[in-house]
T-cell receptor, first 113, second 108 residues
Framework: ETGVTQTPRHLVMGMTNKKSLKCEQH?????MYWYKQSAKKPLELMFV???????ENNSVPSRFSPECPNSSHLFLHLHTLQPEDSALYLC????????????FGPGTRLTVT | GIQVEQSPPDLILQEGANSTLRCNFS?????LQWFHQNPWGQLINLFY???GTKQNGRLSATTVATERYSLLYISSSQTTDSGVYFC??????????FGRGTSLIVHP
């Protein structure tokens, strides 16, 4: 238990569906991150939020839409995804954008059919 | 951005063996972490070590920031040590960058 939870743990969706991934951290951190991990590839940073403000968007397609209503919650809204978007999506938090230690949630394994 | 290289990419050990994993990075860093990713995908924090040496049980890590590398030592390996070990760094931009990982299999 790292103090970061993610739901759902598994998700299968069609290319025309709309779904959302949720991340919640109970560590009192101020920065939250979304990563994508595809098979046989390193973790790719997607978005960074610091004090609810987006500070990084790593050239992510607009079919991925993040939302950070407060420092404890982070969402990733998904729409019209492609099969190549199938991956493990990991959420992390840290005390601040300056990094220090990141703590990861268990991930959502997404399959796009 | 900072480039991170980990070696070896794959490692197979017998239970009880020792091993050293390496992480090289291309620029000065403010943060460096080692993680273990278990077979279920969970990334587990091992060390936060931008410089110096730390030990935790059978694991220890050393970062020589001036020479831009970090080492993770695993002693008396166990089957539960199997998984992928990642090094992650960030520098002045504070953007975390992960290496490609070392995949470790420990046989009983």
């Amino acid at each position: 238990e790292t103090g970061v939870t993610q739901t759902p743990r598994h998700l299968v969706m069609g290319m025309t569906n709309k779904k959302s991934l949720k991340c919640e951290q109970h560590l009192g951190h101020n920065a939250m991150y979304w990563y994508k991990q595809s098979a046989k590839k390193p973790l790719e940073l997607m978005f960074v939020y610091n004090f609810k403000e987006q500070t990084e968007n790593n050239s992510v397609p607009s079919r991925f839409s993040p939302e950070c209503p407060n420092s404890s919650h982070l969402f990733l809204h998904l729409h019209t995804l492609q099969p190549e978007d199938s991956a493990l999506y990991l959420c992390a938090s840290s005390p601040g954008r300056g990094g220090r230690e990141q703590y990861f949630g268990p991930g959502t394994r997404l399959t796009v059919t | 951005g900072i480039q991170v290289e980990q070696s070896p990419p794959d490692l197979i050990l017998q239970e009880g063996a020792n091993s050293t994993l390496r992480c090289n990075f291309s620029d000065s860093v403010n943060n460096l972490q080692w993680f273990h990713q278990n077979p279920w995908g969970q990334l587990i924090n091992l060390f936060y070590i931008p410089s110096g040496t730390k030990q935790n049980g059978r694991l220890s890590a050393t970062t020589v920031a001036t020479e831009r590398y970090s080492l993770l030592y695993i002693s008396s390996s166990q089957t539960t040590d199997s998984g992928v070990y990642f090094c992650a760094v960030s520098g002045g931009s504070y953007i975390p960058t992960f290496g490609r990982g070392t995949s470790l299999i420990v046989h009983p």
